[in-house]
């Protein structure tokens, strides 16, 4: 059964780097699209950004200058990184599969992409 | 960005209730609309993908409908279990963007 978990610190210094490590057990990396979402104490979800199974990267256009996700296959894990990090990055920070499928809507079918595995998320704080 | 906006924002039913819940795009999405449900300290759950597919596993109370830019979510029967709050998501663009939440109370 697949598994995502994320693991890192729960305490970063304001200015300082965020490194957040998503392992992926019951499943390959080199299949699928790996995700990182982030969510504000009492706010709405934020996706951050993903990388494919190909190795290419897709980020939020708000976080791209601050954000970099990379894969190591050989440990099944992918990882975020997150610089500049303020108050407002204090969130809990999930990781999840996304699934692109092809399926038979409509008139003529077509693809569609849902995250159907999370982490149970790790919560970030951003003090001095 | 696309805008997803749910309405209501809360609601209180009582089990066995008929609950809906909506979803509106900012702009056309075709299908690509999924619904998650989340409790407390929890991590969302996938009920509903590509609008109107029930993910394995998901009760057959949960359904979903609409296409463009309208969406909803129904449940045919409040479960006690079914308290908690619902996103809807598009994956229509790149940049996937969610709703604020419906947050569903005991009446």
């Known amino acids: 059964q697949l598994q995502v978990q994320e693991s890192g610190p729960g305490l970063v210094k304001p200015s300082e780097i965020l490194s957040l490590t998503c392992s992926v057990s019951?499943?390959?990396?080199?299949?699928?699209?790996w995700n990182w979402i982030r969510q504000p104490p009492g706010k709405g979800h934020e996706w951050i950004g993903s990388?494919?199974?190909?190795?290419?990267?897709n980020y939020n256009p708000s976080l791209k200058s601050r954000v970099t996700i990379s894969a190591d296959t050989s440990k099944n894990q992918f990882s975020l990184k997150m610089i500049s990090m303020t108050a407002a990055d204090t969130a809990v920070y999930y990781c999840?599969?996304?699934?692109?499928?092809?399926?038979?809507?409509?008139?003529?079918?077509?693809?569609?992409?849902?995250?159907?595995?999370w982490g149970k998320g790790t919560t970030v704080t951003v003090s001095s | 960005d696309i805008q997803m906006t749910q309405s209501p924002s809360s609601l209180s039913a009582s089990v066995g209730d008929r609950v809906t819940i909506a979803c509106r795009a900012s702009?056309?999405?075709?299908?690509?609309l999924n619904w998650y449900q989340q409790k407390p300290g929890k991590a969302p759950n996938l009920l509903i993908y590509a609008a109107s597919s029930l993910q394995s596993g998901v009760p057959s109370r949960f359904s979903g409908s609409g296409s463009g830019t309208d969406f909803t979510l129904t449940i045919s029967s409040l479960q006690p279990e079914d308290f908690a709050t619902y996103y809807c998501q598009q994956s229509n663009s790149t940049l996937y963007t969610f709703g604020q939440g419906t947050k569903v109370e005991i009446k």
């Open positions: 019951g499943a390959s990396i080199s299949s699928y699209y």
């Open positions: 702009q056309t999405i075709s299908m690509c």
């Open positions: 990388i494919s199974n190909r190795g290419s990267t």
């Open positions: 999840a599969r996304a699934v692109r499928r092809w399926l038979p809507t409509g008139t003529s079918g077509g693809y569609y992409s849902y995250m159907d595995v």
